[in-house]
């Protein structure tokens, strides 16, 4: 659908644009009245006894238009006194945030905009998804274990990549030497919720029993040395016929399903934290599948949703850019992580992995931090002005498209250009250069407002380039904390008005945030006995979930400080190392899942990538981590400085 949108806010331009001196647009309303006569067959509307009465309500984000008796007059029988309106029309006027949600509450997928030069006034595509993941945590979070409606999306999601993103060609193919062959996948997340079945059950593997053996657990070795590896599956010297696979997947699937038929799966504790193990597995590896095979040349694009114009985006993101701005965070204590006992079977509380228990406090002193993370543009002006020759891998110096190969490549000798010592300098060598997306690769040039996606080793030493530094994972948390403070203040500040029919729109339209919490897991609430957003926050308007199947523009966020998941599709380094913490326990249920992992080379991340799940992108307390020189992770960074 192509939709027109007006955003244009100021209540000046928009008054004038409805009552015009000439009177040209009261005319036009009047002309209406003309219009009643002659349906009604009688003079019931005598012109010369109306006026129209143009008003903008600021607070609503609306123009509306009446008309109204000079005089007390009788229309078709009804008396109308002097004055009495007759409500016209009402104009809604929706920024680009709130165009974001109206999309969302629609459950749409914006493809282009094509907007003036203001960006004030703008065509938008938008789609239909073959599936759709929710952004408020009533939607997304509403129970601890994902209801079988949250898992036939996720399955819409996981059949869309790994049955028509691969060609069969490339099944046994590995996009990142680092990694299992791409087949591994698919035989793993059925595998891996087979297991948790039979574990929460008492249960038997399900034929063939063998695919535990090489199913359950892929690789993830060092960097520097890909011999040192945690524990895994054996890797078999054939991999199973693609069929034997997907019937085993459709075997599995069956047995949740009944599971949650029979009601097992929320009645009894132990398979809902199994389920919900299996789930949140299932939506790491989707991810893990996806920035695999962004590096394939070979990936076909996403099924069933249309190729987003890439310049139009790159036009409005130029139009919409501000200044990146410095933010004062203010001193704070905050919570960390959530109690869950993985004994108590007991109470209904939301589940959370080792590395997010148990909850504790930690003193945070006041810094300062950039509103948005580093841009595209301005890493390719830090390479060229060091003179840094490696690109990241998000880069190529190819093109290609759906498969097919139009250039060669190499990753190195980046700089070819000439700096003159501002912000135009990186032009030299944006040409050439290309960004790896789902739909091949695009011109650097259309992603210049785009966060960009490197290792931690590679954004460490822009950050200090550009005079700062990469914050730590409690600085990092408390700008978080700090964000949903004011987000009240900040969408009253932009008359924050949506005009939809929605469980959550109250006061005729005006959407109301409900106040932050500190972090508790089973407080007394409706229903479950729960509320979600003591726990998850409201993703509407950031690039998680598959808004977008590619980072967007960050570049018009610099007067606005980005909360959590809200880098426009990337997670979010930090300076933090992964180290057991105070009370730190493996989980049972999994042991190595973080433990493996403390060997002082990963890094924690936060927040989330465009192709995150909300129940991880959204939950306050989540924990990624990835190794600081891995080149493929979907994360970038802001800078942060000391007061």
């Not at 959407?511 to 729960?530: I, K, M, Q, R």
Request: hydrophobic share 35%.
């Amino acid at each position: 659908m192509l939709i027109g949108i007006d955003s244009c806010k100021d209540p000046k331009r928009v008054f004038h644009a409805y009552n015009d001196r000439d009177g040209v647009t009261h005319r036009f309303i009047l002309n209406g009245l003309k219009h009643a006569n002659a349906l009604m067959g009688e003079n019931a509307f005598n012109l010369d006894d109306w006026e129209v009465i143009g008003e903008y309500d600021t607070k609503a984000g609306r123009h509306h238009a009446f008309v109204a008796p000079r005089k007390d007059v009788v229309v078709d029988g009804v008396p109308m006194k002097q004055g009495e309106r007759i409500r016209i029309e009402e104009s809604y006027k929706y920024s680009r945030e709130e165009a974001k949600k109206l999309w969302e509450l629609a459950k749409l997928a914006e493809n282009a905009v094509w907007a003036n030069s203001k960006g004030d006034y703008g065509l938008h595509m938008v789609s239909k998804p073959s599936f759709f993941f929710p952004t408020t945590p009533e939607e997304y979070a509403e129970k601890p274990v994902p209801s079988l409606t949250e898992w036939q999306e996720l399955w819409k999601a996981w059949d869309a990549v790994s049955k028509q993103m691969i060609p069969n060609s490339e099944l046994l193919a590995k996009p990142i030497k680092l990694r299992n062959e791409c087949i591994f996948y698919l035989g793993h997340i059925p595998t891996f919720l087979d297991i948790h079945i039979a574990r929460a059950t008492d249960g038997k593997p399900t034929e063939p029993a063998y695919f535990w053996k090489i199913f359950e657990r892929g690789v993830d070795p060092d960097v520097d040395d890909p011999t040192l590896c945690h524990a895994h599956s054996e890797v078999p010297e054939e991999w199973p016929p693609l069929g034997t696979i997907l019937q085993y997947q459709q075997t599995i699937r069956k047995n949740l399903e009944a599971l949650y038929d029979s009601g097992e799966a929320e009645k009894n504790c132990r398979i809902s934290r199994g389920l919900w193990i299996a789930f949140e597995h299932e939506a790491m590896h989707l991810e893990t599948l996806l920035y695999m095979l962004i590096q394939s040349d070979k990936v076909l694009p996403p099924p069933g949703i249309k190729q987003p114009d890439f310049a139009a985006f790159a036009a409005q993101s130029e139009v919409m850019a501000v200044e990146n701005e410095w933010f004062t965070i203010p001193e704070s204590d905050i919570d960390i992580g959530l109690n869950d006992p993985e004994k108590d079977f007991g109470s209904k509380r939301y589940f959370g992995w080792d590395n997010e228990r148990p909850c504790r406090s930690v003193h945070v002193k006041s810094f300062r931090a950039k509103a948005r993370p580093i841009t595209n543009g301005e890493y390719a002006t830090y390479l060229l002005q060091t003179g840094k020759k490696e690109i990241p891998a998000s880069w190529c110096d190819k093109a290609y498209s759906n498969g097919h190969d139009t250039n060669t490549t190499k990753r190195d000798s980046v700089v070819n250009g000439q700096s003159n010592g501002n912000g135009e300098s990186s032009q030299g060598i944006i040409e050439g250069k290309f960004v790896r997306t789902v739909y091949g690769t695009i011109p650097l040039k259309l992603a210049m407002g785009w966060p960009v996606v490197a290792s931690y080793d590679e954004l460490v030493g822009c950050a200090q380039w550009m005079g700062g530094r990469i914050p730590t994972m409690e600085e990092a948390r408390s700008i978080y904390a700090y964000v949903d403070s004011i987000k009240p203040e900040f969408e009253q500040s932009l008359g924050n008005t949506i005009p939809a029919v929605n469980g959550h729109l109250l006061n005729e339209g005006v959407f109301e945030t409900p106040p932050s919490h500190h972090l508790s897991n089973g407080n007394s609430g409706a229903v479950t006995g729960l509320k979600p957003r003591d726990l998850f926050i409201d993703l509407e308007g950031t690039n998680v979930g598959f808004k977008h199947w590619h980072p967007v523009s960050v570049a018009e966020k610099g007067d606005k400080l980005c909360g959590q998941s809200d880098l426009g599709g990337v997670w979010e380094w930090t300076s933090t190392v992964l180290e057991k913490h105070d009370g730190f326990e493996p989980m049972e249920l999994y042991p190595g899942y973080t433990a493996d992992f403390f060997d002082g080379k990963h890094n924690i991340t936060l927040g989330g990538s465009w192709a995150t799940h909300p129940r991880i992108a959204g939950r306050k307390t989540f924990v990624n981590w990835y190794q600081r020189n891995y080149p493929y992770v979907w994360a970038g960074a802001r800078i942060v400085t000391d007061l």
